[in-house]
């Protein structure tokens, strides 16, 4: 042995067994060639898209996948009206408890089996075990039945003024129309396989969690008419392939836009706008014109924040100033003051109340937390340290408390940690927490039904568990009203009772910008990234 | 003294020997200058470090969100990060945490390292059951245990000690057990085993002195390690919490900002590589004034 | 030699069986609950608890383990809890990259830190010896994210010869494979470089004191001659030892400049699955990287045999 191998070179004997390795690599490499023909529209998407399954997860990310893959019966124009997109129509009867929707025929699966309306029963009834605002319309339905192949009939058991509003429901968790087959998989579980109806199919063979979602066009996909508005009319596929690119890095991510790396940046940090902008050949947009609530989140169950005093002695020492300073940087992307519960621009619009939050005033804050019977205790802030947006947040409140003279503990965590810290009722010292930061797209807080950060009904409320009948009693009210100005009266009504009750601090609202090299044209201004309608050269 | 001479001759007790040690280290920075300016760096470094308070610079956690970003000015040295806050007071304060974390793993894993070495050297039963658990830690790269047990544990500066004093371990065991196992059939071993001498004795009175002066130069290179582990921790986002400044949760943070505020990692990055090269230098010039022999290990 | 093989194959059993062991214990008795995870925003404690037994977690530690271990000897090395997808199948998909980048990396560090260490202990004193060490010294002092970025503001954005991020596999473009590798090979492969280079002048400085060295130099043997063929292949054994044990610190440093450079390899799978506590992923590419260590180890012991011919197995 040791005489053949001896008139080798010493390094390539090292090299040769090194060299072994690339063909063990290369059997275990699963990838196919990529097809780089045709036109191919490359963005880097917010997040990785981890869950495929746009009803299991309210991950925004997994939203956005959602509507290129499946459509919806109905679908929210601009004008925060609700459009028929899958429907071809749809009777109310007398009563308003009879709802009976037709489809519009020629749609297909990219299975190739047809839409039915039995496919629509199915998954509605998936939707409505696992969206707060679905589970609320079920509460109220009686039955959804499939009538023929092309229509079915919702019943409800009361008058509810939110049917439509729920079934075009714009964000998570939208009711999109899946295959029965899949419909049927056990709200729990995620679908085994991504088929929609959708303008795009998703190309299960190329995903790489972590790295990259490949979508083809759906070449049989029938567009409404209509021009596209919001998730409403007709969506064009103008894209042979969508490639979202996930690159973690906000720096590396800027850096690959200027390049001309990739065409599309969804969400690029503030910070960096300066230096695209400063490149002619790219756009940058606001292209959700709504924006973003920031929310700082108190715990219900636990001493200090169980009392309402110590929540306003919160709200009167932070200043959104701060906040939007600290998370968005630039005053061009953020309201200098937004006092709406219910989002500044929006139909529910008031600032009645928010006088407690508009001035900062640290003398009051410590006469409430005084008043609150604040003993010294320690305060848990849950820090996801990895999410900008969330850990500047953290940052300043806890200053902001420190400020009052609070004891606060800044728990570093990641989101991901987060989300499953946030649902521990125990006490903070027990793996619990007080306070959370976090945030919704407008889209989601636009009336206290969707906003469900608003929602008191204690054990069963979003995390935190406020408990407060009255609040209830509005929300319930608002939900049966059909008519929008009686509508704003019990939204001043119960604006008052939050900034009394302050189930949770509002941070501010701020807009997301997009950017996007020249050959890209036509992106549509919309709360959600659609990616329809978008043309490359 | 003397009537105890005959004793030492034999084997010199412990005190001695790290007297000796002392000795020649002293020698050594005389006749070494790398050495004596790694040490020289270092307590710069230290003093700046644990100093900051006293220096009357704005709070390091302070924020300010409105004056964020900005450039170096006479009111802040280095400029702001991103919430505001003083770079300079940040980058100082920082060394505090990154000095604590490296010294921390080095002194840890060294004297784990010990026990574990010496006992398995000398005792075939247990080495062989320990050092399949060694080969078997040791075979999960280092880093990445790391950044489990911190995801896993929560991020503290003890855990983050913790999780990288555990991958260290291994390789101190195998230094000493190597020593160890090369002193047993010596002589002065094998004669004081024939007197009857106790186990607990043999080990601490003959053989660990032997084993110190490789050790210390060992230290020094986990030591250095762990200062650029603890960044590399803070960098993937699994590292101290980032509301206490360290170099590498600066760096971190100011990861965004490469391409337009270079200073936010740039500041912490020169502190932290000059911090590491004058451990390096230092444990170089010890290796070579206490054991010119002694190879680097890893 | 044979039979040497088979044995040190054997002996690498019970360490990946203890590995296994040791992250299957580490994961399971730590906080953090994937359930609640997936569960998501407006699960019940219920619906929480039926996932929990869905994925097995209310089974006894010791079930648990059985299963995953059975799995193993299957070649099944589970489901990826959050995207649903067999871990082998993702870490197929990600041993390309990394697998490639630590290739590219060793081969730039060790052409370039060979002879600079040969060059140093032959003028050892002299200031090239101090500034190649300087430079070694320097080459482990700085964070490697810090070195990458510094390549990327030069190599990419300054000069714009390199793409900033990505990877472009072997198989589909050399030359684009060649441009993506470059940057990030070159980052890691300095502080490799670093390693290796003190390793061999440590080394050769021992090795040109010995006697056979000196009487290669009295018989009038050309330096070259003297220091390749007698002291460099006496000095290999301990220098591919450290190349060796380099590969944990190289793959510490794969982690950190994958996510640097946006290369979808085995590192940034490991921290993306620890950040969301995708036990499966973790166990699968830990597991993974140890054989890998492992074997190539045993590899490099195999290659004494080149270097030393006293040396059989």
């Known amino acids: 042995m040791t005489g053949i191998v001896k008139g080798l070179r010493p390094l390539s004997g090292l090299a040769a067994g090194l060299a072994l390795a690339p063909v063990v690599a290369a059997g275990l490499m699963s990838e196919p060639a990529q097809a780089q023909d045709g036109s191919v529209l490359r963005i880097v998407p917010h997040a990785d898209l981890r869950n495929i399954d746009p009803i299991w997860t309210t991950a925004y990310i997994t939203r956005n996948h959602g509507y290129l893959v499946w459509d919806t019966l109905f679908a929210l124009d ?49 939707w409505g075990a696992r969206d707060g605002m679905g589970q609320k319309l079920m509460s109220v339905t009686d039955s959804i039945e499939a009538v023929d192949d092309l229509s079915f009939t919702i019943t409800l058991s009361e008058p509810y003024g939110l049917v439509l509003d729920s079934l075009g429901k714009i964000s998570s968790n939208v009711p999109f129309i899946m295959p029965a087959r899949l419909a049927e998989t056990s709200p729990s579980e995620q679908i085994p396989e991504v088929i929609g109806s959708g303008p795009f199919r998703f190309v299960e063979a190329e995903w790489q969690p972590g790295n990259l979602v490949v979508y083809e066009r759906f070449e049989d996909y029938v567009p409404r008419d209509e021009p596209a508005s919001y998730a409403a009319g007709g969506k064009l596929a103008n894209v042979d392939r969508v490639e979202w690119r996930y690159i973690p890095d906000a720096a590396t991510a800027t850096q690959a836009l200027l390049a001309g790396e990739v065409d599309l940046y969804e969400q690029p940090a503030v910070d960096l706008i300066p230096m695209i902008q400063a490149d002619p050949s790219i756009t940058v947009q606001t292209v959700d014109p709504l924006g973003t609530q920031g929310v700082i989140r108190f715990n219900f169950l636990h001493p200090p924040f169980d009392n309402k005093y110590a929540r306003q002695a919160a709200m009167h020492a932070v200043s959104q100033a701060d906040y939007m300073y600290s998370i968005m940087g630039n005053p061009e992307y953020f309201e200098e003051f937004c006092g709406a519960y219910f989002m500044c621009g929006g139909p529910f619009e008031t600032d009645v109340g928010s006088e407690i939050l508009r001035g900062q005033d640290l003398d009051r804050a410590r006469e409430l937390l005084e008043q609150s019977g604040y003993d010294g205790r320690e305060v848990v802030i849950l820090d996801p340290t990895d999410v900008p947006v969330a850990h500047g947040q953290a940052l300043v409140t806890a200053q902001a408390l420190r400020e009052i003279g609070m004891n606060v503990r800044l728990a570093a965590l990641d989101w991901a940690t987060m989300t499953s810290r946030r649902a521990v009722r125990d006490a903070p010292e027990d793996g619990g927490w007080n306070i959370f930061p976090t945030w919704w797209l407008a889209v989601d807080q636009l009336n206290p039904i969707t906003n469900i950060s608003v929602a008191a009904s204690g054990d069963t409320a979003w995390f935190g568990w406020p408990d407060n009948p009255r609040i209830e009693e509005l929300r319930d009210a608002f939900a049966r009203e059909t008519d929008q100005d009686a509508q704003r009266a019990i939204v001043v009504e119960l604006q008052e009772e939050l900034y009394d009750f302050v189930p949770y601090i509002p941070t501010g609202q701020y807009y997301q910008p997009t950017a996007w090299r020249s050959n890209v044209s036509n992106v549509l201004v919309a709360p959600v990234p659609f990616f329809w309608n978008i043309t490359v050269d | ?255 965004m900002f490469f391409f337009q505020n270079f200073g936010i990692i740039m500041y912490p990055g020169i502190f932290l590589a000059i911090t590491v090269f004058a451990i390096n230098t230092f444990g170089d010039g010890l290796r070579d004034s206490l054991d010119p022999r002694m190879k680097r290990r890893i | 030699m044979f039979a040497y093989v088979v044995r040190r194959l054997l002996a690498t059993i019970p360490i990946m069986a203890l590995v296994a062991v040791f992250v299957f214990m580490l994961l ?34 010791h079930v648990q383990f059985l299963n995953w271990a059975a799995g193993l000897f299957r070649g099944d090395l589970g489901t990826s809890i959050y995207s649903g997808l067999p871990v082998s199948r993702l870490i197929g998909q990600r041993i390309e990259p990394t697998f490639m980048l630590t290739l590219t990396t060793m081969i730039i560090a060790i052409t370039l830190a060979i002879p600079l260490g040969v060059i140093a202990a032959w003028k050892v004193g002299t200031w090239i010896d101090r500034a190649v060490m300087t430079v070694a010294v320097l080459g482990f002092s700085l964070p490697v994210f810090v070195l990458g970025y510094a390549l990327i503001l030069g190599g990419s954005v300054r000069l714009g010869w390199f793409p900033v991020q990505g990877y472009t596999s072997i198989f589909t473009s050399f030359p684009g494979f060649l441009r993506h590798i470059t940057l990030p090979a070159l980052t890691l492969g300095l502080v490799y470089m670093a390693l290796i280079a003190r390793m061999t002048r440590a080394t050769m400085l021992e090795v040109l004191n010995e006697d ?70 973790i166990q699968g590419v830990i597991l993974v990287f140890s054989l890998t260590y492992v074997l190539l180890n045993l590899l490099i012991d195999l290659t004494y045999v080149l270097f030393d011919p006293r040396i059989r197995y």
Not at chain 2, 204 to 230: D, S
Not at chain 3, 34 to 54: K, L, M, Y
Request: proline share 6%; glycine share 8%; hydrophobic share 50%.
């Open chain 3, 28 to 61: 399971h008795m730590s906080p953090g609950d994937p359930a609640v995870v997936i569960a998501g925003d407006f699960a019940s404690v219920a619906q929480v608890e039926e996932i929990r037994t869905q994925l097995g977690l209310n089974d006894p530690l």
């Open chain 2, 1 to 255: 003294m003397t009537d105890r001479s005959h004793d030492r001759l034999q084997d010199p007790p412990l005190s001695a020997r790290l007297t000796e040690n002392a000795v020649a280290m002293a020698d050594a920075l005389r006749r070494n200058p790398t050495m004596l300016f790694g040490l020289v760096v270092l307590t710069v470094m230290a003093l700046l470090a644990f100093g900051a308070p006293y220096f009357g610079l704005p709070e390091p956690m302070r924020q300010s969100p409105i004056d964020r970003l900005q450039d170096p000015s006479a009111a802040h040295w280095f400029g702001t990060d991103m919430y505001g806050r003083d770079l300079l007071s940040r980058v100082l304060h920082g060394g505090q945490i990154s000095l604590v974390v490296g010294l921390s793993v080095a002194a840890m894993a060294t004297s784990v390292g010990l026990v574990i070495g010496l006992v398995a050297g000398f005792n075939r039963r247990v080495d062989a059951i320990v050092m399949r658990f060694m080969d078997a830690l040791m075979s999960i790269p280092s880093i990445l245990l790391a950044i489990a047990l911190v995801a896993l544990w929560g991020s503290s500066v003890q855990n983050v000690i913790i999780a990288l004093t555990i991958p260290e371990v291994p390789r101190v065991v195998r230094l000493v057990r190597s020593v160890v196992l090369m002193l047993r059939d010596q002589t002065f071993v094998q004669a004081a085993i024939a007197c009857g001498t106790s186990t607990t004795r043999i080990l601490f009175r003959h053989i660990m002195p032997n084993t110190i002066p490789p050790l210390i130069v060992q230290a020094t290179y986990i030591c250095a390690q762990a200062v650029i582990f603890e960044a590399y921790l803070s960098f993937v986002g699994a590292g101290t919490p980032p509301e206490i400044p360290s170099w590498g949760n600066i760096m971190a943070e100011g990861r």
């Open chain 1, 78 to 126: 601009e004008n925060l009206e609700v459009q028929p997109q899958m429907a071809e129509g749809y009777e109310v009867s007398d009563d308003g408890l009879t709802y009976t929707i037709t489809l519009r025929s020629g749609l297909t699966f990219h299975d190739g089996s047809p839409v039915t309306a039995a496919d629509a029963v199915a998954s509605l009834r998936r």
């Open chain 3, 212 to 281: 056979y060295v000196r009487t290669a130099y009295a018989k009038g043997l050309p330096t070259r001659k003297v220091l390749i063929k007698h002291a460099l292949k006496n000095a290999m054994v301990p220098i591919s030892t450290t190349i060796g044990l380099g590969l944990a610190l190289l793959i510490g440093g794969v982690v950190v400049t994958e996510s640097v450079f946006a290369i979808p390899g085995l590192g940034r799978l490991t921290v993306d699955a620890v950040l969301r506590t995708d036990y499966p992923v």
